[in-house]
């Protein structure tokens, strides 16, 4: 069984504070050296930090339900979030991964429902800066004018998308990402807060994680959990904020097409878009944005904001330029470049990378676009783009198909020489 005890909020020597619990792991492995879960903010936030256990309920259940262990939590969590758990929650988990089962949880009680979501909290959301995250901050401060939808605050997490808890390097590309992001937070007149938790550390060492290395990362497949641990960041804050705008990465009809190919592997891609509605206790909606575009609307519809060629980021940035050639940077640039608008964004990209074989590239993405995985919908989304503007540059399909036949041939030759 998992044990989850011993809720405490304390001040920790670099002045910040947090929410701790100590976990018992019986029966099974210790997932982190006897180590609790702890979520940390700058002790200014120290007023939003929660006394509920919400936040140590999502990532434990995924834990639980990896090891068919039973979730004993000593302390009270959200009714509304306990029953969506056991009802829907850990169905929808059983359907993306068989690696998952069913189990049952323990709680002592409910936290107190009567207060309900209250006007005038704090409406959130990420501000990685990311396509994702500047259509969001577009759409719903900028653009909006209800002020019980409104944003007027930011967050970053370092809860898993810079990679391993353990990994040095991880910590690092966190706070640069914070240095870089943060000037967009003040140009909009919005705090920017920050929040830390070791919560990974837990989830990198669960067993089923062998199969990020079948994708050939370095760091944790976030996409496969990494959510759960945002949510579970947000919770530990519930006393401050209302509302939080989930950013979300797949459009409606990806999700519907490409889901089931992300299956045990992108949690995401598999059903973010009816799941993060369910993650909800009486103190916070979430409400996931940007399932109504796909990527390529999302960045027509910010291309011409002032933010974005400043600020957007990748987290592939040197010397506060896009790298201009990786997946992501290659993706936009085509269709900034489709646009006719890539030379508006020369001091944002490093557009004599992004021009360096992108020949080569556009045949990747052509080749892609043919072949059922699930990162083709992206692919597919791009090639259509391109045949529906005038300067179709993109590579017909015979030519991506020759190109990739020698690419890989080529590929294949060069390592069996090297045995
Ligand atoms: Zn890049």
Same mark, same amino acid.
């Given at each position: 069984m998992i044990e989850i005890k011993n809720l405490r909020i304390e001040d920790t020597s670099d002045g910040w504070s947090r929410v701790a619990v100590d976990v018992n792991f019986e029966g099974m492995d210790d997932l982190y050296n006897g180590e609790g879960i702890w979520f940390s903010t700058p002790s200014k936030n120290k007023h939003m930090l929660s006394e509920s256990y919400d936040a140590f309920l999502l990532v434990p259940l995924y834990i639980a339900m990896s090891y068919k262990q039973d979730l004993y939590i000593r302390g009270k969590v959200s009714k509304r979030l306990y029953k969506n758990i056991m009802t829907y929650v850990q169905t929808i988990l059983c359907e993306y991964s068989e690696r998952l089962s069913k189990v049952n949880i323990f709680v002592d009680g409910f936290s107190n429902t009567t207060? /309900?979501? #209250?006007?005038?909290?704090?409406?959130?959301?990420?501000?990685?800066?990311?396509?994702?995250? !500047?259509?969001?901050?577009?759409?719903?401060?900028?653009?909006? /004018?209800?002020? *019980? @939808? #409104? !944003?007027?605050?930011?967050? !970053?997490? *370092?809860?898993?998308? @810079?990679?391993? @808890?353990?990994?040095? #390097?991880?910590?690092?590309?966190?706070? /640069?990402?914070?240095i870089y992001n943060r000037p967009a937070a003040d140009e909009l007149g919005l705090p920017a807060h920050q929040v830390k938790s070791n919560v990974h550390a837990f989830m990198g060492n669960i067993k089923d994680f062998q199969l990020d290395k079948l994708h050939g990362r370095n760091i944790f497949n976030s996409g496969s959990w990494g959510y759960l641990a945002t949510f579970s960041c947000v919770f530990a804050l519930q006393e401050g904020i209302n509302k939080y705008y989930y950013p979300n990465s797949y459009e409606y009809e990806e999700i519907k097409e490409c889901g089931k190919y992300a299956r045990g592997y992108d949690l995401s891609k598999f059903c973010e878009s009816y799941l993060v509605p369910l993650l909800q206790t009486e103190n916070i909606e979430f409400i996931t944005h940007g399932c109504q575009y796909t990527r390529t609307q999302k960045t027509e519809r910010i291309s011409d904001w002032h933010i974005m060629k400043k600020y957007l980021?990748?987290?592939?940035k040197k010397n506060g330029i896009l790298c201009g050639q990786c997946s992501k940077c290659t993706r936009v640039l085509c269709i900034l470049d489709v646009m006719g608008k890539i030379e508006e964004f020369s001091t944002t990209f490093d557009l004599k990378a992004y021009r360096k074989n992108l020949f080569i590239k556009k045949c990747h993405i052509r080749y892609n676009a043919m072949t059922l995985s699930p990162a083709t919908a992206g692919a597919r989304e791009i090639v259509e783009y391109y045949k529906a503007h005038k300067n179709n540059t993109m590579p017909s399909a015979l030519t991506a198909w020759i190109y990739m036949f020698f690419y890989r041939a080529r590929r294949k030759i060069a390592r069996m020489l090297k045995i």
């Open positions: 207060n /309900q979501i #209250k006007n005038g909290g704090i409406i959130g959301t990420s501000f990685s800066c990311g396509i994702d995250s !500047l259509t969001t901050i577009y759409d719903c401060y900028i653009n909006e /004018q209800d002020e *019980d @939808y #409104k !944003l007027n605050a930011l967050f !970053l997490c *370092d809860c898993g998308a @810079y990679g391993n @808890y353990q990994d040095p #390097k991880s910590h690092e590309a966190y706070n /640069q990402e914070y980021n990748f987290g592939c």
